[in-house]
């Protein structure tokens, strides 16, 4: 009799976060932020390897009451 409790199924190797599309690392720097429209945030954000810049839109997951 088998006591041990079952195993998870594998899951495939995901890559969670932001990635630099010039050099492949997540190791950014805030540039600048700002209110956008329809209650987002813009992030400017540079990589701290390469240099490159990439604009991020992000929104609160929570509702307001």
């Known amino acids: 009799m088998n006591l041990q409790p079952p195993k ?8 969670r976060g932001l990635v ?8 950014f720097w805030v540039v600048y932020t700002r209110a956008s ?3 987002r945030i813009l992030r400017r954000r540079e990589c701290r390897h390469c240099g ?12 307001p009451r």
């Open 37 to 39: 429209w329809g209650g």
């Open 20 to 27: 630099c599309p010039g050099c492949g690392c997540q190791h």
């Open 8 to 15: 998870a199924p594998a899951q495939p190797d995901e890559q």
């Open 52 to 63: 490159r810049r990439i604009t991020t839109f992000e929104q609160s997951t929570e509702r």
